[in-house]
């Protein structure tokens, strides 16, 4: 059962969640089968999130050959880059390395 508050109206939901496992009954207790539903979540959470809204994997165009996976790639190094560099927030460090156009290349040391 989640039960989760909404902070805007203050409402409770409560969902009754089922889990598909390859595990026979009795092999793993309910906080062990939670905390691998929270590693999902936390996995799905750091990563494809970030992929699908900041990086808008899903509209993507690309669909051909081997090239969703490159690009797939390329976006999760960039994550990961920005992840090192301490950043928290993958859409915030876009928007601070990204091109300004208005400064001049000769600032960074580039003609």
């Known amino acids: 059962m989640r039960w989760r ?7 409770v939901t409560i969902e009754r969640v089922y889990l598909v496992t390859s595990l ?14 929270r590693g999902h979540w936390h996995i799905e ?12 994997e ?7 050959r ?13 994550i990961g880059v920005h992840r090192q560099d301490g950043h928290t927030t993958i859409a915030a460090a876009l928007r601070h ?3 300004d156009r208005l400064r001049p290349l000769t600032t960074l040391g580039l003609t």
Do not use: Y
């Open 66 to 78: 081997h090239l969703p996976r490159v690009m797939a790639g390329l976006r999760n190094l960039a």
């Open 45 to 56: 959470n750091q990563l494809h999130h970030v992929r699908d809204c900041t990086f808008r």
């Open 97 to 99: 390395t990204g091109r």
């Open 5 to 11: 508050r909404d902070l805007g109206n203050g409402k």
């Open 24 to 37: 026979p009954p009795g092999a793993a207790t309910g906080s062990e089968l939670a905390a691998w539903i």
């Open 58 to 64: 899903d509209a993507s165009r690309i669909r051909t």
